[in-house]
């Protein structure tokens, strides 16, 4: 009799193992899926050269050329996804995506760009914001992956020495490009006022730009404010 008992904890411990393993490596090809896909993406950054010349080669006095930053090709993405609007890169934790605009702040939560079901969702801009980034408040949200993609290692400028080294956000516009400068990081109830967009005249350009994900806490967001430090067309 006990050892049928034995049997039958064996049999159902097995059963729980192999549907929790399942469950795992559900969740983990869902997050592969969705950055794949976002990986196949970065086709469409065009790299211009480096005009920047070897320090050893650089005459004295002469001033040190800007940066060459690439350019996005929005054709390309508007033939997969009509509703693009920007391409954002944070590169001190590796953020590298399209920004899109739905009619409502709820269906990029649960779709990847190409339009499949995912968790991972989006990066998109609030559906309250004209999708030129002219108005005094720019919002944009991503989720907090575990997996360390999307919006989730807005974390680690919880660090304010991390901060003052890695605070650059590029902003890659049809017509535009924003760079921006990282000046606060905290965390905030889901009704903060930093969510309100008023409706307004064109401004031209943002006074601020807000990134946004959630946090450990159910109520609570976590945000990354910017100002633009450097515009150009």
Same mark, same amino acid.
């Given at each position: +009799?006990? $050892?049928?008992?034995?049997?039958?904890?064996?049999?159902?411990?097995?059963?729980?193992?192999? @549907?929790?393993?399942?469950?795992?490596?559900?969740? &983990?090809?869902?997050?592969?899926? @969705?950055?794949?896909?976002?990986?196949?993406? !970065?086709?469409?950054?065009?790299?211009?050269? /480096? +005009?920047?010349?070897d320090p050893e080669e650089k005459p004295e006095?002469?001033?040190?050329?800007?940066?060459?930053?690439?350019?996005? /090709?929005? =054709?390309?993405?508007?033939?997969?996804?009509?509703?693009?609007?920007? &391409?954002?890169?944070?590169?001190?934790?590796?953020?590298?995506?399209?920004?899109?605009?739905?009619?409502?702040?709820?269906?990029?939560?649960?779709? *990847? #760009?190409?339009?499949? @079901?995912?968790?991972?969702?989006?990066?998109?801009?609030?559906? $309250?914001?004209? @999708?030129? #980034? *002219? /108005?005094?408040?720019?919002?944009?949200?991503?989720?907090? +992956?575990?997996?360390?993609?999307? #919006?989730?290692?807005?974390? !680690?400028? &919880? =660090?304010? /020495?991390?901060?003052?080294?890695?605070?650059?956000?590029?902003?890659?516009?049809?017509? !535009?490009? %924003?760079?921006?400068?990282?000046?606060?990081?905290?965390?905030?109830? +889901?009704?903060?006022?930093?969510?309100?967009?008023?409706?307004?005249?064109?401004?031209?350009?943002?006074?601020?730009?807000? %990134?946004?994900?959630?946090?450990?806490?159910? =109520? !609570?967001?976590?945000?990354?404010?910017?100002?633009?430090?450097?515009?150009?067309?």
């Amino acid at each position: +009799m006990g $050892r049928n008992k034995e049997y039958v904890l064996l049999v159902i411990l097995g059963v729980i193992f192999l @549907a929790a393993g399942g469950y795992l490596f559900g969740i &983990w090809e869902e997050y592969h899926e @969705a950055e794949t896909g976002y990986q196949g993406l !970065k086709k469409y950054i065009i790299e211009k050269p /480096d +005009m920047r010349k070897d320090p050893e080669e650089k005459p004295e006095n002469q001033e040190e050329p800007e940066e060459s930053l690439p350019e996005i /090709d929005f =054709d390309g993405l508007r033939a997969i996804n009509g509703d693009v609007v920007a &391409w954002i890169q944070i590169p001190g934790i590796g953020v590298d995506y399209p920004v899109v605009q739905g009619k409502d702040n709820e269906h990029y939560l649960h779709y *990847t #760009f190409d339009g499949k @079901a995912n968790k991972a969702g989006s990066i998109f801009l609030d559906c $309250r914001n004209r @999708a030129d #980034f *002219t /108005d005094s408040k720019v919002i944009l949200y991503g989720h907090n +992956m575990k997996d360390g993609s999307m #919006f989730s290692n807005l974390k !680690k400028y &919880w =660090d304010s /020495d991390f901060r003052k080294e890695q605070g650059r956000v590029i902003i890659y516009l049809p017509r !535009k490009v %924003l760079e921006c400068e990282v000046v606060e990081y905290r965390q905030v109830s +889901m009704k903060d006022v930093v969510y309100e967009v008023k409706k307004e005249d064109e401004v031209g350009i943002p006074e601020q730009i807000v %990134l946004s994900t959630c946090s450990s806490s159910s =109520d !609570k967001r976590l945000i990354l404010k910017c100002i633009i430090v450097r515009y150009t067309i």
